[in-house]
């Protein structure tokens, strides 16, 4: 069911003749210059016709029925007035943010992980919010819940190769593919994703300390892998501006055992303590 404005007069001035009609009723039977039973049913028939007037406030829109049956919405502001007889059912168009709670999930590769989001939204067709769902709200937080889950088992917690979206290094990719998923599930409700964000992310405690040692695990193998690449490239520079330059000249052994110092030099973790040689090279 989609959203069908409606037209609705202004309240006030309706009031206002309203309010006349019933003083000039009143007027009119105590001063009995109408009988008394038509005077009492125009001041109770103007009396019944104020109950058609109602408020609506800005970001806000009155959804109006009739005997069950969807008539429009309305969404002008200030006091606006319509058939009595009208049902009418406010609804918020207010951005409104919800954070989920922590929830437990196995990511892609079965580590058990909390993940919490934080979900911007807002109300765009008030009648598919009202008549679509029984309780778009609750509907909202629910269906934000379970697209959070399907999200998270989707991708691993960290990037193995290069190239691979996992959720922890690939923070916009993860809340693109997030907002996707919930624009699917929450069109039906009438209901926009204005952003969608991971606000929590880590393992969950029984398996936090053996995954924090992996990854530190990781880490040093990253950062040795680095530096022995630019140790080779470093003796390879130095080996090669020795010829080029004539400064000295060696043969395959005494080459292998530079190499060998410079490596341990370049790709020691603590600092070396030279030797110096004073006498023959050979």
């Given at each position: 069911?989609?959203?069908?404005p409606?037209r609705?007069?202004?309240g006030i001035?309706?009031?206002?003749v309203?309010l006349?009609v019933?003083?000039?009723?009143?007027?009119a039977?105590?001063q009995?210059a109408?009988?008394?039973?038509?005077?009492?049913?125009?001041a109770?028939?103007?009396?019944?016709l104020?109950?058609?007037?109602?408020?609506?406030e800005?970001n806000?829109?009155a959804?109006?029925?009739?005997?069950g049956?969807?008539?429009?919405?309305?969404?002008?502001?200030?006091?606006?007035w319509?058939?009595?007889?009208?049902?009418?059912?406010?609804v918020s168009l207010?951005?409104?943010?919800?954070?989920?709670?922590?929830l437990k999930v196995?990511?892609?590769d079965?580590?058990?992980i909390?993940?919490?989001?934080v979900?911007?939204?807002r109300v765009v067709d008030?009648?598919e919010?009202?008549?679509?769902?029984d309780d778009y709200?609750?509907?909202v937080?629910?269906?934000?819940?379970a697209?959070?889950?399907?999200?998270?088992?989707?991708?691993?917690?960290?990037q193995h190769?290069?190239g691979?979206?996992?959720l922890?290094s690939h923070?916009v990719?993860?809340?693109d593919?997030l907002k996707?998923?919930?624009d699917?599930?929450l069109?039906?409700a009438g209901?926009?994703?204005?952003?969608?964000r991971?606000?929590?992310l880590?393992y969950?405690?029984e398996?936090a300390q053996?995954?924090?040692q992996?990854q530190?695990a990781?880490?040093?193998?990253?950062a040795?892998?680095?530096?022995?690449a630019?140790?080779?490239?470093?003796v390879?520079?130095a080996?090669?501006e020795?010829e080029?330059?004539g400064?000295?000249?060696?043969d395959e052994?005494?080459r292998?055992?530079?190499?060998s110092?410079?490596?341990?030099?370049?790709?020691g973790?603590?600092?070396?303590?030279?030797?110096?040689?004073?006498?023959?090279l050979?």
């Open positions: 069911m989609k959203e069908n409606i609705s007069l202004p001035p309706v009031l206002l309203l006349a019933i003083a000039a009723a009143v007027w039977f105590v009995g109408a009988p008394p039973i038509l005077a009492l049913a125009v109770l028939g103007s009396a019944f104020t109950l058609g007037a109602y408020m609506v800005p806000q829109a959804v109006l029925s009739l005997f049956k969807y008539v429009g919405t309305v969404k002008e502001n200030g006091l606006r319509n058939n009595p007889f009208l049902g009418k059912k406010k207010r951005v409104r943010n919800f954070e989920s709670g922590r196995n990511e892609l079965g580590s058990p909390e993940i919490a989001a979900i911007v939204w008030s009648a919010a009202v008549f679509n769902v709200e609750s509907f937080h629910i269906q934000s819940e697209a959070l889950r399907a999200m998270a088992t989707s991708y691993p917690y960290d190769e290069e691979d979206i996992s922890r923070p990719e993860i809340s593919r996707e998923q919930l699917e599930r069109t039906a209901v926009d994703v204005v952003d969608a991971i606000s929590h880590a969950a405690p398996i053996a995954m924090l992996r530190q990781n880490a040093v193998i990253a040795r892998t680095r530096i022995v630019g140790a080779v490239g470093m390879e520079m080996l090669a020795l080029k330059n400064t000295v000249k060696l052994e005494r292998a055992a530079m190499v110092n410079l490596l341990v030099v370049l790709c973790d603590r600092s070396t303590q030279p030797i110096v040689n004073t006498g023959s050979y």
